[in-house]
């Protein structure tokens, strides 16, 4: 009973110094989102056909990243940091987003890893 009653003390105590709040889940680093791997297979897979070359529509050219970085006729593709103020986003985004206008919607998980992306600052990665 003596065993029990310090085992029973121990891990009380354990658990009021040092460890997390009950149901608490420590959080791994998500990593970075990728250009290269998150990014340009979604835009090369839904916007191609409409946005590559010098016939892009709209001027907006997202077959490679300095092609996106140049912007279209209407400004910057993406703005660093902000996907709210990102045309490529907030176009994507939304419960009827604007585009892609002949093919499917993106997932909600492609939209959140392109956001991410931007969000992260939009680096050529």
Known sequence: MRNVTLVVGL???????GGPPAGAQEKTPARAASFAKDVQPVLKASCSKCHTGK?????????????MKKGGKSGPVFVEGDPDKSPLVTSISGDKPEMPK??????KPQVAAISAWVKEG????
């Open 122 to 125: 939009a680096k050529n990665n």
């Open 102 to 107: 002949k093919a499917a919607p993106l997932t």
């Open 55 to 67: 016939d892009a529509k709209g001027g907006v050219d997202l077959s490679s990243y300095a092609a």
């Open 11 to 17: 891990a009380w105590i354990a658990a009021v110094a």
